[in-house]
């Protein structure tokens, strides 16, 4: 597979390549498959971090295509992290699932940094949906007793059955995805209060991160500072 103009620029950018391979893969609820990964000195080359993630390169009908990974479970003492890959039309799932033990695929990592707020917040108010699922799970680890308000758009129940590292004091509403991303906008729109003590996160479909990320820095008044927002993936 000849790499791309990106792989270029991601190199020319500080961009390190990795060669990943699959140390196991399962099924989860029939829409997304789970795989092991061995790191290939990628998580003793970066820097762990909360919603790290890292590009993968597969072979679309010969031509180089890259999708961006979030990092699951990540073990720098084991060389090893876990990948989740939504099932649905594309390259990606297809090598995700038929995917073997020692399989191999190349990672990209550069772009991902963050770090949790320094003191830190009181509150966090989190937004995703099912592919910043595994970003929004590493910030309730990060923060463990950190109070969080969290909204989550689905597109089908399987959505909803992913695993969600919720605690005591942690509150999720799910938000069914309806009219092009709205519904989720609007009922985080009537919701989200002016808290200068506490970070907003917000990782979604492009289109709504905008939406949200305008309502939380002009409504709300809240500083860049207090905000991290990225859109995931887009519908258009």
């Known amino acids: 597979m000849k790499r791309n103009w990106e792989a270029l620029v991601l190199k020319a950018m500080g961009g390190r390549d990795f060669r990943l391979t699959v140390r196991s893969t399962e099924p989860v609820g029939g829409h997304y498959q789970r795989l092991v990964m061995d790191d290939g000195g990628l998580l003793a080359a970066g ?137 989720l906008v609007d009922t985080v729109r009537a919701a989200l209060p002016v808290a200068p003590d506490a970070h907003y996160w917000v990782a979604c479909e492009a289109t709504s991160t905008r939406a949200l990320t305008r309502h939380v820095r002009r409504t709300l008044g809240m500083g860049k500072q207090q905000l991290t927002s990225l859109g995931y993936w887009s519908a258009r």
């Open 47 to 183: 820097k762990v971090h909360p919603t790290m993630w890292i590009r993968l390169w597969f072979d679309d009908a010969g031509r180089a295509h890259q999708r961006a990974y979030t990092l699951v479970d990540p073990e720098p003492e084991a060389g090893r992290f876990t990948l989740e890959f939504a099932l649905h039309d594309g390259c990606a799932a297809r090598w995700a699932s038929t995917a073997q033990v020692g399989d191999t695929i190349v990672a990209t990592l550069q772009g991902s940094a963050f770090a949790l707020p320094d003191p830190a917040p009181a509150h966090l108010y989190l937004v995703g949906d099912a592919a910043s699922l595994p970003a929004v799970n590493s910030l309730l680890d990060a923060a463990p007793d950190t109070p969080a308000t969290i909204w989550l758009e689905y597109a089908h129940d399987g959505e909803r059955a992913l695993a969600l590292r919720t605690r005591e004091q942690h509150r999720v509403t799910w938000v069914p995805r309806g009219d092009d991303g709205r519904q």
